[in-house]
């Protein structure tokens, strides 16, 4: 799946399910607008989308990811978390490596993502030596 074709927006919502999910074992619709701090119509509005386009679907209360949503949000969540973590460790701020990993989140490639992922592990294990 090309994550490409997927708006920063919808990025943003789907790996609030994700999140949710993950830490809930559910999500709700306001589980969601509270994590993003948007309006619950604006939360109703985009999981609609979401769903339409096959990443959520709606079962009663819950919003659950489908296989292609789980798919991009898990490799959404990696990346952030990823980065996140890196940039405490070398110390910035706790507020800012969380900002400023889901910025890099949306815009590095796959490609790029991997090969650093994989030199700072490569230098983590000579360091550790």
């Given amino acids: 799946m090309d994550q490409k074709k997927i708006s920063r927006s919808k990025e943003d919502y789907l790996k609030a399910v994700y999140v949710a999910i993950e830490k809930h074992?559910?999500?709700r619709n306001l589980d969601v607008?509270?994590?993003?701090?948007v309006s619950?119509?604006?939360t109703c509005i985009a999981i609609k989308k979401l769903e339409e386009e096959g990443f959520?679907?709606?079962d009663d209360w819950r919003i659950?990811?489908?296989e292609k949503g789980q798919e991009v949000a898990g490799r959404l969540y990696e990346k952030d978390n990823f980065f996140a973590c890196w940039f405490r460790k070398i110390g910035v701020s706790e507020d800012t490596a969380i900002s400023d990993a889901c910025r890099i989140e949306h815009v590095i490639s796959e490609e790029t993502y991997w090969k650093i992922r994989g030199y700072l592990e490569?230098?983590?294990k000579e360091l550790a030596e």
């Fill in 25 to 27: 074992g559910s999500c």
């Fill in 33 to 37: 607008s509270k994590r993003l701090g």
């Fill in 40 to 42: 619950k119509s604006s």
């Fill in 56 to 58: 959520v679907r709606k």
């Fill in 64 to 66: 659950l990811l489908t």
């Fill in 122 to 124: 490569k230098i983590g």
